[in-house]
């Protein structure tokens, strides 16, 4: 029996990471969700370890080629949070249809106020958290213009329309309903080079940090201290990983001392994030657990260390568990492939329920 079916839908995903671009295709039908397709296209020198494109004719030349093989016409996008500024802020109370007049004047002095782009450069997404006889509270996301408007063009050059551009927790947050956030939770993608650490409330970031540490600081804090080739200090690291059963005190000591910035931004963030109240019943944020995705969940023990550090519980994140979706697993994503995907199955499961 054919998988597909007159009721079957499609929803195709690009995520940027680093020094590439992930692809992942779903097709559901009245059997379930299916991974058509994944597929990470690497783009050394042409997309930077932030996923910011520096070359733009080799860029629309890779991607012209890799969509007229796999037949894309249309897709969403994620961009890394790194493009985008996240913040949690209030509004008086005003008639709802002149709420969002007075949401863009307000944004328009709070970016005055920072030193920012002038507001009508970026592209701007808020969400009402909490109403009251005083006013609002709102978590706002800022993408300047000029990042969407050039990644959706180099797209178009190469016979792919974008149709809509998340941020990369946003997408995560939207299609993972199954994780129960409490009042807050932090999310740690771990990449190859770097890592992004957020307070997610509401579905929603509020404040993000991307620091240029990720799996191969592991690798060549093994590397350093034992003086050996990356290629054994990465079987160590994948034998050993990064808790107290790894046999050399000295090298896990190193590997802690790798991973400190990460701990460092997750209890920077808490802090400034816990100061914050909402305005209108003056209750403060809480944070009541660590989310880790991303390429790190490969390394034994991290997502444990990162919990045990930041003195949190902590949670592996499977995006398929995690959105509920209903999915074939024979015909599916490996799972061992899951974490550096979570981010463009998540924009496509999003879509996929729309």
């Keep these: 029996m054919s998988f597909l079916s007159k009721k079957q839908k499609t929803s195709d995903a690009f995520a940027f990471g680093e020094e590439c671009v992930r692809f992942i295709s779903l097709q559901e039908s009245d059997q379930g969700i299916r991974v058509a397709h994944h597929e990470t296209?690497?783009?050394?020198?042409?997309?930077?370890?932030?996923?910011?494109?520096?070359?733009?004719?080799?860029?629309?030349?890779?991607?012209?080629?890799?969509?007229?093989?796999?037949?894309?016409?249309?897709?969403?996008?994620?961009?890394?949070?790194?493009?985008?500024?996240?913040?949690?802020?209030?509004?008086?109370?005003?008639?709802?249809?002149?709420l969002n007049d007075v949401v863009t004047d307000h944004l328009k002095t709070y970016c005055e106020a920072h030193d920012l782009l002038g507001f009508d450069d970026y592209v701007c997404e808020y969400d009402v958290i909490r109403e009251g006889e005083s006013g609002y509270d709102l978590h706002v996301t800022l993408v300047a213009k000029s990042v969407v408007v050039h990644i959706a063009r180099l797209f178009k050059q190469a016979g792919v329309t974008i149709k809509h551009v998340e941020t990369a927790n946003h997408a995560v947050a939207k299609a993972c309903t199954g994780v129960p956030t409490g009042q807050g939770y932090i999310a740690v993608s771990v990449g190859e080079n770097k890592t992004s650490i957020s307070v997610v409330h509401g579905y929603h970031p509020v404040s993000n940090d991307v620091i240029s540490v990720g799996n191969n600081s592991i690798i060549n804090a093994v590397e350093e201290r034992l003086r050996i080739s990356h290629v054994d200090a990465s079987k160590i690291v994948e034998k050993?990983?990064?808790?107290?059963?790894?046999?050399?005190?000295?090298?896990?000591?190193?590997?802690?001392?790798?991973?400190?910035?990460?701990?460092?931004s997750i209890d920077r963030q808490i802090l400034a994030?816990?100061?914050?109240?909402?305005?209108?019943?003056?209750?403060?944020?809480?944070?009541?657990?660590?989310?880790?995705?991303?390429?790190?969940?490969?390394?034994?023990?991290?997502?444990?260390?990162?919990?045990?550090?930041?003195?949190?519980?902590?949670?592996?994140?499977?995006?398929?568990?995690?959105?509920?979706?209903?999915?074939?697993?024979?015909?599916?994503?490996?799972?061992?492939?899951?974490?550096?995907?979570?981010?463009?199955?998540?924009?496509?499961?999003?879509?996929?329920?729309?």
């Design 41 to 98: 296209v690497r783009l050394s020198g042409i997309v930077d370890t932030g996923g910011a494109i520096l070359e733009d004719a080799q860029f629309v030349e890779k991607m012209r080629e890799f969509a007229k093989v796999r037949k894309i016409e249309n897709a969403n996008c994620v961009v890394p949070d790194a493009a985008a500024i996240f913040f949690h802020t209030h509004v008086a109370r005003v008639p709802a249809k002149q």
């Design 240 to 264: 050993h990983g990064v808790m107290g059963s790894h046999p050399d005190t000295t090298v896990l000591s190193d590997i802690h001392r790798a991973l400190a910035p990460i701990v460092e």
């Design 273 to 354: 994030v816990k100061q914050k109240e909402y305005k209108l019943f003056g209750e403060r944020f809480s944070i009541d657990k660590i989310v880790v995705y991303g390429i790190g969940l490969s390394t034994r023990g991290l997502a444990d260390y990162l919990g045990t550090a930041a003195r949190l519980p902590v949670v592996a994140l499977d995006v398929w568990a995690a959105s509920g979706a209903k999915h074939i697993p024979i015909m599916s994503l490996p799972a061992s492939d899951v974490p550096q995907y979570a981010e463009a199955l998540s924009l496509a499961l999003v879509y996929l329920k729309k």
